[in-house]
């Protein structure tokens, strides 16, 4: 009993909680800081296309549909996600504050797990959207409707909060007796838990859960839902028919191969073989950044209904606009 309770006491004074981490950042490369300006110019055109894109599904009503409904969660997903991102990665490097807090830290890969698990689902939840539309026409407005839409995006908020709590949460449960420095850009899951002194296998079957649950599943459904359009299309007997169901489809096989092909490539490429720090770093912080900035201008260029609610909504501005002015032209005219 005395060497159980001894065995006990120096378990609990060899857990080490540290106060903070040191974010490593680049190893040995000059110039870093006009990447990270580069990163703030990506930022603010991330935030002012998201935003135009957010203002413009809410000021045109014919945007009010199922549809846009989950362009307009994409887009509010990714203003959060680059938010989470880069102006913390700014302040870190840029203004030398690589340490962050315990909890901080922890936050942060709670919030951009979720933020990049979000962006993901949602561009499954725009698949079956087109996978209704041009598979069951008829039927679409019964099976998509803003309800069922708005259900499914609760669904998937729910299920990640509760999964990201499990993952971040057990993190708590490991000591860190070593290094406190974290090779990356941000703190990140997976260096975080190579520091750990103690068994770490729970947290990595959680990060392996996290990883197919974000980047193997959604993907892979969005390619089924696509082989099932494509059997549809290729029954459609007229050409013209059949380009316009593929247009409807263009932008969102955009968005899908430039949020996913970046990432899946990483991963697996960090899995086979060894990647040197700063390659990882560039990649996963190009990754988790360009697509956001993407997407709002592939959506509003590409897509009609937006173009058409953008050239409205400027039509209604000049009205507007003369409206204000013409007692002026006509006092003129009273003189």
Known sequence: RTALLNSRAIMNVTFVRPEKFYISGFYNIPYTQYFY???????????????????VICLVRTLHSPKFMIV??????????????IPKLLDTFLFDRRYILYEACLSYIFFAFFFTGLQSWTLLCMAYDRFVAICFPLRYHSIVSKRSVAVILLVIWLILIILLSLTVGNINRLSFCGSLVIQSFHCDHGPLISLSCNDRSFNKI??????????????????ITYFFIS??????????????ALKTCSSHIILVATFFLPLVATNIASVVTYLHPNIRIINSCLTHTIPSLLNPIIYSLKTEEVLSAIKKLGKTARVSALTELQPWSGAPKAL
């Open 37 to 55: 300006i580069f990163l703030c110019l990506v930022y603010v055109m991330t935030v002012i296309g998201n935003v135009f894109l957010l203002s």
């Open 231 to 244: 059997i549809a299309l290729s029954r459609i007997a007229s050409k013209v028919e059949r380009l316009r």
């Open 72 to 85: 307009f969660h994409l887009a509010l997903t990714d203003l959060c996600g680059s938010t989470t991102i």
């Open 206 to 223: 959680m990060a392996y859960v996290a990883l197919i649950l974000f980047m193997c599943i959604p993907p892979i459904l969005i390619v």
